[in-house]
């Protein structure tokens, strides 16, 4: 039922009593049938997507298959068929509670994928049916298909495979963004990473490694050494058997002139750090010429700079420069 209540029959009109002398009166106009065809159903779609429905452990994740009427695009938007979708820290906070930005369960997590135009809205001149792009949007990648704003769709490289274009956006752009823009790293200057194991710390290490004589310090379980060593970490650091500090005040008594940091440990020293948070004086921040910066991507709202970036990121992967590092592949 539509819920709608039905009509109310209307009272029929008596039927007026026949005189022998008189005509029959002439019969109404039958009404004409109706010549158009009955309308066509619409199309739907059916697709697979992981659903947060609730916060807390793994378990809220749930695998489920969704079914809608078929997209019908604004102006300026793509439907895009996902080949690979991205997993960060970030949606790991999500699924705790702990991303404000993230709407509340039931929610499609996910803000990096690759894939394949389907379809394309009005007013979309520089995307097309079967071209293969990065996704950077706003939540909703874990899903077999989504549509989104051309211009969060950047082309993809020949060379380039779909598991690298989900994993290079959110990590690379934040490095970028904090080495360059924020940071102002130049020729001769030195960085600490802390995590540079991990996806933002490679993708860090690998933009050092375009800026010539840049000296990289990097923190990391012992473990993963050998790992970072290969991307180009000058001096590595076991942060949970050494004083970070002391170990780079031996090789570099001025210090690190730029760090870039990661989160560090778990997800429960990260809860307890957030808790307590620092407490900093910035009368003594001025008269020894430093600065602290913080930095989160899903604040940018200048999407010309992310845009810029992207371009000058699949630049750089072009030229054979930075190139993503895939930690495990998972079948949806």
């Given at each position: 039922m539509s819920g709608e209540e039905?009509?109310?029959?209307?009272?029929?009109?008596?039927?007026?009593?026949?005189?022998?002398d008189e005509p029959p009166p002439a019969a109404a106009d039958a009404p004409e049938e109706a010549t158009s065809a009955p309308a066509a159903e619409?199309?739907?779609?059916?697709?697979?997507?992981?659903?947060?429905?609730g916060h807390g452990g793994y378990d809220k994740v749930k695998l489920q298959v969704k079914t809608q009427g078929e997209p019908r695009l604004q102006p300026g938007e793509v439907l895009v068929r996902v080949k690979a979708c991205g997993l960060n820290f970030g949606e790991l906070l999500?699924?705790?509670?702990?991303?404000?930005l993230l709407p509340s369960p039931p929610v499609t997590m996910g803000v990096e994928g690759s894939g394949v135009i389907e379809a394309?809205?009005?007013d979309v001149k520089e995307r097309k049916v079967g071209d293969r792009v990065i996704v950077l949007s706003l939540g909703g990648m874990w899903q077999e298909v989504v549509v989104v704003s051309a211009n969060r769709t950047f082309p993809m490289p020949e060379q380039m495979s779909f598991e690298e274009g989900a994993a290079l956006s959110v990590n690379y752009v934040s490095a970028y963004l904090m080495l360059f823009e924020m940071a102002n790293v130049r020729p001769g200057k030195s960085v600490l990473i802390h995590m540079a194991a991990g996806g933002v710390g490679i993708a860090a290490t690998q933009l050092c490694q375009t800026v010539q004589d840049v000296t990289v310090f990097g923190t990391a379980s012992a473990s993963k050494h050998e790992t970072i060593a290969q991307g180009g970490v000058t001096h590595l650091i076991d942060y949970r058997t050494k004083d970070y500090v002391a170990e780079i005040r031996k090789i570099s008594p001025k210090g690190a002139t730029n760090s870039v940091t990661g989160p560090k440990k778990n997800l429960l020293a990260v809860a307890k750090t957030w808790y307590n948070q620092l407490s900093l004086n910035t009368l003594k921040l001025m008269p020894a010429n430093k600065a602290i910066s913080g930095f989160y991507l899903g604040h940018i709202i200048n999407e010309?700079?992310?845009s810029r970036t992207m371009f000058k990121l699949l630049e750089l992967y072009g030229q054979g420069k930075i190139k993503p590092h895939i930690d495990s592949k998972l079948p949806l």
């Open positions: 039905a009509p109310t029959q209307q009272q029929q009109p008596e039927q007026q009593e026949k005189k022998p619409e199309k739907t779609l059916s697709f697979r997507a992981l659903v947060l429905t999500g699924r705790m509670g702990m991303d404000e394309v809205g009005e010309e700079l992310v």
